[in-house]
């Protein structure tokens, strides 16, 4: 007679079956399967302590002192920070890149979703899919020299345009009105093609039944949008907005190319203010300092984003 393994001891002179203690073969697979494994992700580990983990420590440290890059850095403690709170430039750059950010974000994410459900809706052609992501694929500093001379005042063929259909010329990137708008519509251009091919593929997620019991029920094309594809594209559009709103507060190079900041700071983001105080004033440890408070604005702007969106939960499921 066989009895099966059980919790309790088997009786003397019975013999336990039905439980295969592991061998040694499968305990050697496993291990070269994890090693295996690390070995894929040593590069990207490798890549992440040198290019991201060790700068980020390293400016911690300089945030604490005054390093000037030619003498040997000083503590100082918390005197940096201190400074940021009395520091004008620096509350007026934050103040620029929110504005710009509100700007970027709203009007790329409203153009992504309206590209993409007209693909979705009237065509799929690859032809038309890449041609959206040829802007993304320019670099920056050539899109903003590129639009740098189009909308120059006086010769820019944007102007010429304007003047010819008896309009008054526009100092779009001259004019603390139009200064900001335009270095965001530049990079909405440059980014929306592939924004709109995220929120694409989002939408080939969501099953074709949904709409088709709704035309069945008689809803409209507008009615679906808001009742379906809206609620079931959100999580898609939770990871869409955190990677366009980290990107946002990251512009510039376009700034760098156009109004280098102006006029009268119309256009200072932080970003360039940070490279003004490291590169131009030789104040390294202050601009660490404001770069470790916007990345502690970026983590808590983005938790934030993502509780608000619940980017972790599925209408689908």
Known sequence: MIFLAQDVASPPGLERVGVEAPGPPRRRRQTSETLAALLFLLPALFGFTVFYLVP???GVFLSLTDWDLLSTPNFVGLKNFQDLASDKLFWNSLLVTAEYVILNIGFQTILAILIAVLMERLTRSMAIRGSLIIPYLIP???VGLIWFWMLDFQLG???QFIEAIGLNRIAFLGSTTWALPSIAFINVWRHMGYTALLVFAGLQAIPKTAYEAAAIDGASEWKMFWK?????????LAVVLVITMIGSFQIFDTVAVTTRGGPVNATRVIYYYIYQKAFDQFEFGYASAIALVLMLILVAVTFVQLKLLRAGESDLA
């Not at 379906?228 to 898609?236: A, D, E, K, Q």
């Open 56 to 58: 980020l420590v390293r």
């Open 140 to 142: 920056n500093i050539v």
């Open 157 to 159: 063929i944007v102007n």
């Open 228 to 236: 379906i594809t809206m609620p079931l594209l959100r999580p898609v």
